[in-house]
C-alpha cells in the first residue's frame, strides 16, 4: 500500500500538473427551500465552472439532520469530479456556488439550516491540513449522511487517512435508520 500524500503548509494548495487532472469527492445538502432543484443547481453551476468535469453523482437521500432541533430534513448526495484545479482553488468553486444559492458561513448557525452545503471530501489520495481547507473532510468517516451516498459512487475508493475504503467506513458508521 502506497503512503498517502501529506502536504501541511500555508501556502495555496497546488493543482494537478498541466494535463493531469485529479480525482475530487464532495458532499451536498440542502435542508431549505427546494432541496431537491438546490443540489441539481449546485451541479449545474459545477458543470459551467471552468476546468470540473462531473463525472458521477449519487442518488439524493434524505436524512435526519445534525446540530440544533427544529430543523428539516436534509436531501444529501455525493458527486466524483475529474478536475484541473488545485483543491483551494475547488474549495473555492463550491463556496462560491454556495453564495449564489444564498449561504453565508459567516453569520449561519454552526450545523444550523442551510439552502446549500457542499464540502469538499477527497481529493485524489492527497492529506492536507491549511487554515480553511483540511482533506480528507476531517469529520467524513463518521457521518453516515456522508458516506451513503459517496459509497454509491466510490465504494471502493481508499480513504487516505483511514487506509478503509468508503464501503467499509459506511458499514461501521451507525446512522441506516436515519434515512427515509
Not at 463556496?95 to 442551510?114: F, S
Request: positive net charge.
Amino acid at each position: 500500500m502506497s503512503r498517502p500524500t501529506v502536504q501541511k503548509t500555508r501556502s495555496s494548495s497546488p493543482a494537478p500538473r498541466r494535463g493531469d487532472r485529479a480525482t475530487a469527492y464532495i458532499a451536498l445538502g440542502s435542508n431549505l427551500g427546494d432541496r431537491k432543484a438546490n443540489i441539481q443547481s449546485a451541479l449545474e453551476e459545477l458543470r459551467r465552472t471552468p476546468r470540473v468535469e462531473v463525472v458521477a453523482v449519487s442518488s439524493m437521500m434524505q436524512t435526519e439532520p445534525v446540530g440544533p432541533p427544529g430543523q428539516g430534513m436534509y436531501l444529501n448526495a455525493a458527486a466524483r469530479l475529474a478536475t484541473s484545479l488545485s483543491p483551494r482553488q475547488l474549495l473555492e468553486a463550491c463556496l462560491a456556488i454556495e453564495r449564489t444559492h444564498g449561504r453565508d458561513r459567516r453569520v449561519e448557525q454552526k450545523w444550523g439550516p442551510r439552502v446549500l452545503d457542499i464540502d469538499l471530501l477527497l481529493f485524489d489520495q492527497l492529506v492536507m491540513d491549511e487554515p480553511g481547507l483540511c482533506v480528507p473532510h476531517p469529520r467524513m468517516a463518521e457521518r453516515w449522511f456522508v458516506l451513503a451516498p459517496l459509497a454509491e459512487i466510490a465504494a471502493q475508493v481508499l480513504h487516505p487517512v483511514k487506509q478503509e475504503t468508503i464501503k467499509d467506513l459506511l458499514n461501521r458508521v451507525s446512522g441506516h435508520d436515519k434515512m427515509e
